[in-house]
């Protein structure tokens, strides 16, 4: 048998390099969008230059923060973090049967996962803030509003992380126990939630992230948190009390973010 060879007169082709005129052609329309959006919002170049010394005085103001402050924004920064806390814990067990119907692989029939789909992309388009707007004009003042806005914004968050993963995880142990003959809810019980039950902790662990930040402002529409004081010190014009709440308020969410990472690492 004669041997076989392998070597080839063809040489590989480098692919073509990407034409320098795609990049200036890009370049352009970038340009060309900034230029138009900037025209079409009345904003230009001048004003920002002219309103800089406005902003070095209001930063004037603002330094030295009033330290003496923190005594009274303490305990509205532990409602603001157990707003988040609450309001996390219940969107996210909400968003539980909402991701099993929103997985084309869970839930079968489309008639059923597309319409709860849009539902749930509608919900994810409302901001929080006019969330907490609306539920305010509902139950008046106070952090029940920013509860309820914060529960819709992570069932809608966590819902669609959610149900993204389900749809990637493997379908080797949902077959087997089909096969088997596990009904429903054994089959979410030991093939699905058992793939899922570590991503589905590091997104509500993301969302309680987003949501901190997003209580310390809820405040600003009535609904409770240290927002109520950023609408108190601003309105008032006491610029050295609002530098005070900003860096509370960095600090506290820059130490639950760097814990919330942490856990998240050792999770996934």
Known sequence: MKPVNLSTNHSLKRPNPPSKMKHYLTVVIILLLLWGSAVQSDSTLRELIQGLPNMLDLLKEMFPPKWSYLDNIWDAMLETIRMAIIGTTIGAILAIPVALLCASNITKKSIIFYPVRFILNLIRTIPDLLLAAIFVAIF???????????????????????????????????????ASGANSLQIIAYAVIPQIQAHFMSFTLYTFEINVRAAAILGLVGAGGIGHYY??????????????????????????????????EKLL
């Open 231 to 264: 609408e108190v010190t601003l309105g008032f014009l006491e610029y050295d009390k609002t530098c005070m709440i900003i860096i509370f308020t960095l600090a506290v969410v820059l130490l639950i973010d760097y814990a919330s990472t942490k856990l998240r």
């Open 140 to 178: 008046g003042l106070g952090p029940l509003p920013g509860i309820f806005a914060l529960s819709v914004f992570s069932l809608g968050l966590i819902a669609k992380l959610a149900y993204e993963a389900l749809e990637a995880i493997d379908s080797g142990p949902i077959e087997a126990m089909t």
